[in-house]
Every structure is written in structure tokens, then in C-alpha cells.
């Protein structure tokens, strides 16, 4: 690792939008803030137009003409057909084509019929498909609510009537792209914004509160279809810095420069809640409540600085503070996440406040993550890629004095060092295995030995009785009661000499 060491450092300029106007400036808005990026849109949106409407007539007249040679050629043979019928005839498949090809560069404009509903009566059209049903129950209750805030405003019946048509008018266009639906709704946005600051007179407060809920109903029943759309290559990027950021595993704190001591518990608990809350952040449908996650996480990552270096943090730690948070959370859809905000959030409060800096901070984090090389963690390139493919870790002890040349062989060589370490262990778990083994073998011996000199002691202190020699038969009735008595049940007992002798029959004469 390089000798000398550097911060990430991002000047606040860097943060501001481009254009200079002193708002806040995105990456996915090329660096400009959303209003500058629209404006910028919309110039660029007009040429485009332009060059398109010049193209379908040039289009149109070699239709024309291609039409009227044909006609020429044909002319001798169609002569039964009446003139004023092919005069019809020819009107007809002309404006035919025109309209086709000045539909070709016109969105669609197709909206369903209106119905005339009250304030009170919030039904809603149910399109055909599972995926709206689904939607208009998951915003049941936001409608509820949005209905209730408005009941107080003496205008509250014309924008909620504003609101749901056009919210109605967008499930309708599920098929545009993206830019398109972000587009229109930012426009909706702008001109009920206009309208409502000439009705409560620059009450810039007020308005501010009318729009939070205007964004919170349309957000909430648009959720399913503006999310993550299919025209997009968001789910594309979602893995592509998933992956990424788990590629990245390896990065420690005092690469990134980082100002958290996670030894101490509070900073510990701070770091905890930090990655919760920007993980937390793809549960809510609301930009603005996915805002506050960032920045409740982004407070959490202020504490834990503070705690640390025991006095105010600066921009200079927070920026590589938040980018390990987000190296260690990994969150879920988070470019996805990201641009669902960008696209739909109301402007304002992504051009200023706290919610709109800690947001172009996420943002230029994940920017960093994307770009992150050697150099930006004072890594040389050769450490850098033997960190990334694996075959090194900053956590393996490395040998001092060690040359960077020699990075390769060194991993590789301290791969079959902890191997043979390995075996070496295993063959000594095996000895001493094999050495509690015999000793149990030898025990046993010496146990059995044991028992057959108890067993031969016992048979030593008691030796058997010698047989009597069998008595002849003319020895009367006395050798009779000695041989049952030598065949008696117990004649095994060692004690039967210590036995009174037994009662021998008397014949008395009567």
C-alpha cells in the first residue's frame, strides 16, 4: 500500500448544478439540476421535433409522387371506374398516409373517457389487467387520506379531480418510456404548483404541503407502473452495481479514509441504524419517504463521526463515510431506487434542503462505487486487481518488506503455506489420536492382566477338596449317607466343613 495517503475529497461546487443557477445538480441529470435538465430537454426535444416534422414531409411529397406516377401508368386502365368515385378514392389514401406518417413522431395522446364523479365519491376506473386492480387497492387508503387533507382547502374538490385524472391518464401509458412518464408528471407537478402559488399568494409553505400530499397520492397508485419500468435498463443496473459492491468486499475503513471508530458502541449503533435505514429505503413507494430514509441515514452517519473524532463533522467525512455504509449495505435496487426519485420526486425538494444534499451525496457515492479503482483507495493498480479477482485480501498478514513486483507469487505462496499449515495440523490432531489410542490398548492389557491375577488369587486361597476314594460295597450302610452327602446340591459350598454333620436315621423297636 502506498506510503502516502489521501481522503476522498469532493469540493461542494462539484455538487451544484452546472448551469450555475445554485441548486442542486444530479449525475442522471448530466450534472444539472431538474429544472436546468429540463429546459435542456426541452430545447433539444423541440430541434428533434423540428427535424422530424421535416422529415415526414419530405416523406409525404415522395409519397406524393411516387402515388401520382403510379396513377399516370394506371390511368388507361382504371377507365371504367367512375372519375368522382377514383377522385374519392385517391383523397382517401392520400390523407391516409399522411396521418401515418405525422402519427409516427405525435405520442399518443389516448386517454379514457371521463366520468363525472363528485369530491365525496373517489371510485376509480378498474383497468382490465391484475397488475391496476392491485394498484387501486394499494391506494385505497392513500386516497382516503389524500381526501381528508383536502376537504379543509376551498379548492380541494378541483385538485383531487385534477389529481385523479390524471393519475387515471397515466395507467393508461404504462407503454411510453420512462423520460416520458417522468416528463409528464413533472410538468403536472410544475403547473398545479404555478397555480397554486397564485392561489395562496407565494405561501411558499403551504403549497410545499399541498404538493407532499399531491405526490404522495399520485406516487402511491402509479407505484407499479413507473417503478422500475420495462422500457428501462433499471433491473440491468441494479445488478450490475449489486454485483459490484459485492466485488467490493474487501475494502477496509482506512482505505476510504474513513473517520469511524466502530470499537465504540454508540458509533457501532450509529453505523447499525445508517445501514437499516438506506436499506429500508426500497420498502417505502413515496420519493419523499424514500428521501427520508437517506436522510435519517445520512444524520446516523453524522452522529457516528461526531462520537469519534469528538467534534463536528465536515463534508470532507461524510462523503467516505456514506460510501462505505453503502459498500457494507449493499442495498436492494438501489439504482433503480435512485432513479424512481429523480424522476418522480417533486423538484423542489430535490434542488434544495437537506433532503436534496444528502441525495446528491448517495448519488455521487454510487458514482464513486462505479469508477472506484487502485488510485481511489491509495492502491497501487497490482493490488488493486489481486484484491478484486481474489487472490489477495488486505486482511491476509503480509510480509514486510515484501515488493509489489511480487504481489502474484506471494499470494499464491501464502496460499500453499496455509495449506501445508493445514495438513501440518491435521497430522498432528492424528498423532495424538493414535497416541491416546495405544495408551487405551495398553490399559486394557494391563487391566485383564489384573483380573486373572485377582481371579488366580482367589482360586489359590480356596484350592479344592481332594475326592475320597470310593468305599467298597460290603462296608454297610455307612458308605451310603457319605455319597449323598458328597452329591448333595451344595457340595460346591467351600463352608460345608464347618457344617454340623447330618442326622443319621435310628430304627427304634416297637
Given amino acids: 500500500m502506498m ?29 444539472l439540476c431538474s429544472k436546468c435538465f429540463r429546459e435542456e430537454n426541452q430545447r433539444e426535444k423541440q430541434k428533434q421535433i ?28 382504371s377507365a371504367i371506374t367512375p372519375f368522382s368515385k377514383f377522385e374519392e378514392r385517391k383523397t382517401k389514401e392520400k390523407s391516409s398516409k399522411v396521418n401515418t406518417v405525422t402519427k409516427f413522431f ?8 371521463k366520468k363525472d364523479t363528485s369530491f365525496d365519491s373517489h371510485s376509480s376506473p378498474s383497468p382490465s389487467s391484475s397488475a391496476s386492480r392491485h394498484s ?23 385538485i383531487f379531480k385534477q389529481c385523479r385524472a390524471f393519475t387515471e391518464s397515466m395507467v393508461y401509458k404504462r407503454d411510453i418510456g420512462a423520460d416520458e412518464l417522468s416528463e409528464c408528471v413533472q410538468d403536472f407537478y410544475q403547473n398545479l404548483s404555478d397555480r397554486l402559488h397564485t392561489q395562496f399568494k407565494g405561501s411558499t409553505d403551504h403549497v410545499e404541503s399541498v404538493m407532499d400530499e399531491v405526490e404522495k397520492y399520485m406516487m402511491t397508485r402509479l407505484y407499479k407502473e413507473v417503478f422500475c419500468p420495462e422500457t428501462t435498463d433499471d433491473e440491468k443496473k441494479d445488478l450490475a452495481i449489486q454485483k459490484r459492491i459485492r466485488a467490493l468486499h474487501w475494502v477496509t475503513i482506512e482505505m476510504l479514509c474513513v ?27 413515496v420519493p419523499k419517504d424514500k428521501l427520508a430514509c437517506i436522510t435519517r441515514c445520512s444524520k446516523h452517519i453524522f452522529n457516528a463521526i461526531k462520537v469519534s473524532k469528538k467534534e463536528a463533522a465536515s463534508a470532507d467525512d461524510f462523503l467516505p463515510t456514506l460510501i462505505y455504509i453503502v459498500l ?9 431506487n435512485i432513479q424512481y426519485i429523480t424522476r ?13 444534499y444528502y441525495f446528491t451525496n448517495l448519488c455521487c457515492a454510487v458514482a464513486f462505487i462505479e469508477k472506484l479503482d487502485g488510485q481511489s483507495l491509495n492502491l497501487s493498480s497490482e493490488e488493486f486487481d489481486l484484491y478484486m479477482s481474489g487472490q489477495a485480501s488486505p486482511h491476509w498478514p ?56 485377582k481371579v488366580q488369587s482367589v482360586l489359590d486361597s480356596f484350592p479344592p477338596e481332594p475326592e475320597n476314594p470310593a468305599a467298597p460295597a460290603a462296608s454297610g450302610t455307612t458308605a451310603a449317607p457319605a455319597a449323598a452327602a458328597s452329591s448333595a446340591i451344595d457340595s460346591d459350598n467351600v463352608e460345608n466343613e464347618l457344617l454340623p454333620p447330618p442326622l443319621q436315621p435310628q430304627v427304634f423297636a416297637g
Fill in 106 to 113: 405525435i405520442p399518443s395522446t389516448k386517454t379514457p373517457p
Fill in 3 to 31: 506510503s502516502q495517503r489521501r481522503g476522498i475529497h469532493v469540493d461542494q461546487s462539484e455538487l451544484l448544478c452546472k448551469k450555475g443557477c445554485g441548486f442542486y445538480g444530479n449525475n442522471a441529470w448530466q450534472g
Fill in 50 to 77: 423540428q427535424e422530424d416534422w421535416a422529415l415526414a414531409e419530405r416523406l409525404q411529397r415522395e409519397e406524393q409522387e411516387a402515388y401520382a406516377s403510379r396513377h399516370q401508368k394506371t390511368q388507361s386502365q
Fill in 328 to 336: 457494507k449495505a449493499n442495498p436492494p435496487r438501489l439504482q433503480s
Fill in 398 to 453: 503480509q510480509p514486510s518488506g515484501a515488493s509489489l513486483g511480487a504481489a502474484a507469487g506471494s499470494a499464491a505462496l501464502s496460499q500453499v503455506h496455509k495449506r501445508l499449515d493445514l495438513l501440518t495440523g491435521l497430522g498432528e490432531r492424528q498423532e495424538r489420536v493414535m497416541e491416546k489410542a495405544r495408551q487405551l490398548e495398553s490399559d486394557l492389557i494391563d487391566w485383564t492382566d489384573e483380573v486373572e491375577q
Fill in 136 to 158: 387501486f387497492n394499494d391506494g385505497d387508503q392513500a386516497t382516503r387520506e389524500f381526501i381528508d387533507f383536502l376537504k379543509p382547502l376551498k379548492s380541494g374538490r378541483e
Fill in 259 to 285: 473517520p469511524v471508530d466502530e470499537e465504540i458502541p454508540e458509533v457501532s449503533d450509529s453505523v447499525v441504524k445508517a445501514i437499516t435505514d438506506v436499506i429500508e429505503m426500497d420498502s417505502k413507494r
Fill in 344 to 356: 418522480f420526486c417533486n423538484p423542489s425538494r430535490l434542488m434544495t434542503g437537506e433532503d436534496g
